[in-house]
């Protein structure tokens, strides 16, 4: 059993910010890769960025260099997206993946829920 659970959504201003989290539980081993990622209404999903293991390796696309950051922190198995400088294009539900090991070494691919973020007036 394995899950990821985002959390840290909700309504924001344009220019606003937020910290979205995303928490794995269950029988973990290790967790390698995770990523971000977002669909907005319409549209397919698309990926956000990805962190390596160690907390390197970081990949963020084109359109949200510079305003969202993505860390780490493998103690409490929780990956975190600092997204700022919020603008209405921005409004879509929010998943984290990750590549997980598991205590009986099976690797896993697993998706959260989603977390919905929405940028308005």
């Known amino acids: 059993q394995v899950q990821l659970v985002e959390s840290g959504g909700g309504l924001v201003q344009p220019g606003g910010s937020l910290r979205l989290s995303c928490a794995a539980s269950g029988t973990i081993f290790r967790i390698a890769v995770m990523g971000w990622y977002r669909q907005a209404p319409g549209k397919e999903r698309e990926t956000i960025g990805t962190?390596?293991?160690?907390?390197?390796?970081?990949y963020y696309a084109d359109s949200v260099k510079g305003r969202f950051t993505i860390s780490r922190d493998n103690a409490k198995n929780t990956v975190y997206l600092q997204v700022n400088s919020l603008k209405p294009e921005d409004t879509a539900v929010y998943y984290c993946?990750?590549?997980?090991?598991?205590?009986?070494?099976?690797?896993?691919?697993?998706w959260g829920q989603g977390t919905l973020v929405t940028v308005s007036d």
């Open positions: 962190i390596g293991w160690s907390g390197g390796n970081i």
């Open positions: 993946n990750g590549n997980i090991v598991t205590t009986s070494r099976a690797q896993l691919g697993v």
